[in-house]
């Protein structure tokens, strides 16, 4: 079946403008992750769904960023006022019941603001 | 706080070799300890994890509290298996975020 998917693949914009990142989760999946990976780092844990609501959203970095999953499916992560420390691959993860803690990952969207 | 570490950001064995990727964490509570793995050019995917106990594609790790360790090995290092490897954490109630490491890249030399 199909995995998570990602879109776009890549958005370069300039400082200051909005942007929308959109994840498409595995069907079912009730669980919902966001993480941003710098270079050279290890993914960063950002907002965590629990179907509709943000069960978790103590990793968004400040009020610039939030994310939302209106029918417990599509999620898209919001940045305003881009900033060029917000260039990043944005990864999504969706996770089948409560019963695992296995997450399935999308290939990332690519954020280069300049 | 809950912490994961890999000291090596890269590791270069020759095929054959026994490979050992380290992993330590912090945590307060009994966590649920992983390990990623990401292939060139493909996503994130779920290599093991502690509880589950398997070995998969040759790889096995054991938790050890006592050194709040979760080192990844394999005894005969193979060159597919060269990739980044990501050590993650998460708290053992479901739903709590994931805390992973900043990655050790293995090189399998032929």
């Known amino acids: 079946g199909a995995g998570v998917s990602q879109t776009p693949s890549n958005k370069v914009t300039e400082k200051g403008k909005y942007v929308e990142l959109r994840c498409d989760p595995i069907s079912g999946h009730t669980a919902l992750y966001w993480y941003r990976q710098s270079l050279g780092q290890g993914p960063e844990f950002l907002i965590y769904?629990?179907?509709?609501?943000?069960?978790?959203d103590s990793g968004l970095p400040n009020d610039r960023f939030f994310a939302v999953r209106p029918e417990g499916s599509v999620s898209t992560l919001k940045i305003q006022r881009t900033e060029r420390g917000d260039s990043a691959v944005y990864l999504c993860?969706?996770?089948?019941?409560?019963?695992?803690?296995?997450?399935?990952f999308g290939p990332g969207t690519r954020l280069t603001v300049l | 706080a809950q912490r994961v570490t890999q000291p090596e950001k890269l590791l270069s064995v020759f095929k054959g070799a026994p490979v050992e990727l380290k992993c330590n964490y912090s945590y307060s509570g009994s966590p649920e300890l992983f390990w990623y793995v990401q292939y060139s050019r493909q996503r994130l995917q779920l290599l093991l994890r502690h509880i589950s106990r398997e070995s998969i594609k040759g790889f096995t790790a054991d938790l050890n509290k006592g050194e709040t360790s979760f080192h990844l090995k394999k005894p005969f290092a193979q060159e597919e298996d060269s990739a980044m490897y990501y050590c993650?954490?998460?708290?053992?109630?479901?739903?709590?975020?994931?805390?992973f490491g900043p990655g050790t890249r293995l090189s399998v030399l032929p």
């Open positions: 993860a969706s996770r089948t019941s409560r019963d695992s803690n296995e997450q399935f």
């Open positions: 993650a954490l998460s708290g053992s109630n479901y739903g709590q975020n994931f805390v």
């Open positions: 769904f629990q179907g509709t609501g943000a069960a978790d």
